[in-house]
């Protein structure tokens, strides 16, 4: 079984920066693409970025050009650096690996 936690969200102001981390235990393929995934409230969960074992990246059209996902495979740990920050992103934020979520991280955009 695969656990995943989260950390690294907050509380920041508007054109600010954050960046969350998701680590990886247990019986876990380096070999998978890992995602982040965000809901903000009254809302659908939405895919953020997900990259594969080897790199490459895709992200939504809202965070093109502000926030970058890498990964560490060494340390099992997927990265979500968070710049610009707009109000709009204001949501929880999970890490995803298959169908396993972590437990969220709240991300606070205040203006």
């Known amino acids: 079984q695969v656990q995943l936690m989260e950390s690294g969200g907050g509380l920041v102001q508007a054109g600010g920066s954050l960046r969350l981390s998701c680590t990886a235990s247990g019986n876990f393929r380096r070999s998978a693409s890992m995602g982040w995934f965000r809901q903000a409230p009254a809302k659908q969960r939405e895919l953020v970025a997900i990259i594969s074992s080897g790199g490459s990246t895709n992200y939504a059209d809202s965070v093109k050009g502000r926030f970058t996902i890498s990964r560490d495979n060494a340390k099992n740990t997927v990265y979500l650096q968070m710049n610009s920050l707009k109000v709009e992103d204001t949501a929880v934020y999970y890490c995803?690996?298959?169908?396993?979520w972590g437990q969220g991280t709240q991300v606070t955009v205040s203006s």
């Open positions: 995803n690996y298959f169908q396993i």
